[in-house]
């Protein structure tokens, strides 16, 4: 076999011959692919709008907006989907669709500044508590990886009183200042944390306090994002696979994103393509996901095998690191998979739908089969209708999720500008003198009655979406990352 011994464990020997063939026919497709991507990178440099506004130097490159990408015809098919009947190959046909797929669920640009505004009013109300305090985003928006319906990750350290206290202040804060429509404070949690909701916008956060391990973990998913291009694509269309099937929460038994992205991580640090160089040049999104389903729904032994991500990926025997976890297994899968941060922690031991994740890994194995060996119409999605449902309101609403909320009790004032509190800061009063308006008592204050706000209804039309680059690194260039929030002013 020679050079191609690397393929023991995911290629029969009669496939191997195949397999050559199929690389040579992608490399001659992906030729002609590049070609056309070229001709139409041209035309668009010759139809583009001189008044276009620059994109801020943290996008690095932003190309390809929404409007010069072919509109879908059939109203039946995914707003994503772009027909390419010039590409025959099925397994290249499913790599474009993942990209485009990726793109719809990409941050705007609106987007990206509606959730910068909503840390820096959090981080805001923070300060005005605790001066000395810090601020830190974290999670997947920190990392690139987040969905359009995502939350934000708030980390709040160097606070002089106990976490539940300072959930307690920081909520009574935001509530007086009409920041919020909605909160909940979850004490009992391993990671006590507070949920809230925008009353401006609409988004949500999760704050939590004192605890550094977030961001540390964040810091290495999003340093491993860049080692592996492949693993930002795969991760968000995996994201939502999971999310609309209820199985993307840790509380409930599923795979939370941070175990998603260890387990991506640990079956991109052992694909074979890693081995030759020939292979990787082959190797496109298509393949990575059949391959992933059928790793994680045929071939990975849950019963004596564990996971490690550290010095490369590696399988240790789960009896000799974690013996308690055969006890408990109950006869069905039980993940093991250790933590790069802290070895001794397990974090698949919450995940206990383990048996339910491994079936749905396995059907939608069979699924990408049947569309193979069918050789799916280029005038259909390939995602759509076995592997995503594209009447989930993530992707239904995908446009509209940002929306004005009423505020969390009528009797309190909507917050104002700044420009507006600078006005009424310093009144004139009757003489010419300045005062604060603030001091001012003695005028009563008039009752009114104060409605809640309705919903800001958005414009049908969808928001352009860019595709981010990333042209200082080759190697990374074809999947792009979101803006490095890191280097907000945040602390």
Same mark, same amino acid.
């Given at each position: 076999?020679?050079?191609?011994?690397?393929?023991?464990?995911?290629?029969?020997?009669?496939?191997?011959?195949?397999?050559?063939?199929?690389?040579?026919? $992608? @490399?001659?497709?992906?030729?002609?692919?590049?070609?056309?991507?070229?001709?139409?990178?041209?035309?668009?440099?010759?139809?583009?709008?001189?008044?276009?506004?620059? %994109?801020?130097?943290?996008?690095?490159?932003?190309? $390809?907006?929404?409007?010069?990408?072919?509109?879908?015809?059939?109203?039946?098919? +995914?707003?994503?989907?772009?027909?390419?009947?010039?590409?025959?190959?099925?397994?290249?046909?499913?790599?474009?669709?993942?990209?485009?797929?990726?793109?719809?669920?990409?941050?705007? *640009?609106?987007?990206?500044? @509606?959730?910068?505004?909503?840390?820096?009013?959090?981080?805001?109300? &923070?300060?005005?508590?605790?001066?000395?305090?810090?601020?830190?985003?974290?999670?997947?928006?920190?990392?690139?990886?987040?969905?359009?319906?995502?939350?934000?990750?708030? @980390?709040?350290?160097?606070?002089?009183?106990?976490?539940?206290?300072?959930?307690?202040?920081?909520?009574?804060?935001?509530?007086?200042?009409?920041?919020?429509?909605?909160?909940?404070?979850?004490?009992?949690?391993?990671?006590?944390?507070?949920?809230?909701?925008?009353?401006?916008?609409?988004?949500?956060?999760?704050?939590?306090?004192?605890? !550094?391990?977030?961001?540390?973990?964040?810091?290495?998913?999003?340093?491993?994002?860049?080692?592996?291009?492949?693993?930002? +694509?795969?991760?968000?269309?995996?994201?939502?696979?999971?999310?609309?099937?209820?199985?993307?929460?840790?509380?409930?038994?599923?795979?939370?994103?941070?175990?998603?992205? $260890?387990?991506?991580?640990?079956?991109?640090?052992?694909?074979?393509?890693?081995? $030759?160089? *020939?292979?990787?040049?082959?190797?496109?999104?298509?393949?990575?996901?059949?391959?992933?389903?059928?790793?994680?729904?045929?071939?990975?032994?849950?019963?004596?095998?564990?996971?490690?991500? #550290?010095?490369?990926?590696?399988?240790?025997?789960?009896?000799?690191?974690?013996?308690?976890?055969?006890?408990?297994?109950?006869?069905?899968?039980?993940?093991?998979?250790?933590?790069?941060?802290? =070895?001794?922690?397990?974090?698949?031991? %919450? &995940?206990?739908?383990?048996?339910?994740?491994?079936?749905?890994?396995?059907?939608?194995?069979? &699924?990408?089969?049947?569309?193979?060996? =069918?050789?799916?119409?280029?005038?259909?999605?390939?995602?759509?209708?076995?592997?995503?449902?594209?009447?989930?309101?993530?992707?239904?609403?995908?446009?509209? #999720?940002?929306?004005?909320?009423?505020?969390?009790?009528?009797?309190?004032?909507?917050?104002?500008?700044?420009?507006?509190?600078?006005?009424?800061?310093?009144?004139?009063?009757?003489?010419?003198?300045?005062?604060?308006?603030?001091?001012?008592?003695?005028?009563?204050?008039?009752?009114?009655?104060?409605?809640?706000?309705? !919903?800001?209804?958005?414009?049908?039309?969808?928001? +352009?979406?860019?595709?981010?680059?990333?042209? %200082?690194?080759? %190697?990374?260039?074809?999947?792009?990352?979101?803006?490095?929030?890191?280097?907000?002013?945040?602390?």
């Amino acid at each position: 076999m020679g050079d191609l011994e690397f393929t023991t464990g995911w290629l029969r020997e009669e496939d191997v011959a195949i397999h050559e063939e199929d690389a040579e026919r $992608n @490399a001659e497709q992906a030729e002609r692919n590049a070609s056309m991507r070229s001709m139409l990178k041209r035309r668009r440099e010759e139809t583009k709008d001189t008044a276009a506004v620059e %994109a801020p130097e943290a996008f690095m490159a932003v190309k $390809n907006s929404m409007s010069s990408r072919k509109r879908v015809v059939d109203e039946g098919q +995914p707003p994503w989907f772009v027909a390419r009947p010039h590409i025959e190959n099925t397994v290249l046909r499913l790599h474009e669709e993942i990209l485009d797929f990726v793109d719809f669920m990409q941050h705007t *640009r609106e987007e990206i500044h @509606a959730r910068r505004k909503w840390v820096q009013s959090i981080k805001e109300a &923070c300060v005005a508590l605790w001066p000395a305090c810090k601020v830190s985003v974290f999670g997947s928006f920190f990392t690139g990886l987040s969905l359009p319906n995502g939350d934000v990750d708030v @980390a709040v350290s160097e606070i002089p009183c106990k976490s539940a206290s300072a959930m307690k202040m920081l909520a009574d804060h935001m509530l007086s200042k009409g920041q919020i429509s909605w909160l909940e404070i979850i004490e009992t949690a391993k990671v006590p944390v507070m949920k809230v909701r925008s009353q401006s916008s609409g988004l949500r956060a999760d704050v939590v306090f004192s605890q !550094p391990d977030g961001l540390q973990s964040s810091k290495f998913i999003r340093s491993k994002v860049k080692e592996y291009p492949q693993m930002k +694509p795969l991760l968000l269309f995996l994201k939502y696979f999971l999310l609309q099937r209820g199985l993307h929460e840790t509380y409930t038994g599923g795979m939370g994103s941070y175990l998603l992205c $260890n387990v991506v991580l640990h079956f991109l640090q052992r694909h074979p393509s890693l081995k $030759n160089g *020939r292979f990787y040049a082959g190797t496109s999104l298509g393949h990575l996901l059949f391959d992933f389903l059928k790793y994680y729904g045929q071939e990975f032994n849950y019963t004596s095998h564990g996971i490690s991500v #550290l010095e490369g990926g590696s399988i240790f025997p789960k009896t000799e690191r974690f013996p308690e976890k055969n006890k408990r297994s109950g006869g069905g899968p039980v993940l093991c998979l250790e933590s790069p941060l802290s =070895t001794s922690m397990d974090l698949g031991g %919450a &995940c206990f739908r383990m048996p339910v994740l491994r079936n749905l890994f396995h059907h939608a194995f069979h &699924c990408i089969c049947h569309l193979m060996v =069918t050789r799916s119409a280029p005038e259909v999605s390939m995602l759509c209708p076995l592997l995503i449902d594209p009447a989930h309101p993530v992707i239904t609403d995908r446009f509209k #999720l940002m929306a004005e909320q009423p505020v969390a009790f009528a009797g309190l004032p909507k917050p104002k500008s700044v420009e507006t509190e600078k006005k009424q800061k310093r009144l004139p009063n009757e003489n010419g003198q300045a005062q604060d308006s603030h001091n001012d008592t003695k005028q009563p204050m008039k009752k009114r009655k104060i409605q809640p706000t309705q !919903p800001v209804t958005q414009p049908t039309q969808p928001v +352009p979406i860019e595709r981010i680059h990333e042209e %200082a690194d080759d %190697a990374t260039a074809a999947f792009g990352f979101h803006e490095d929030v890191s280097q907000w002013d945040l602390v």
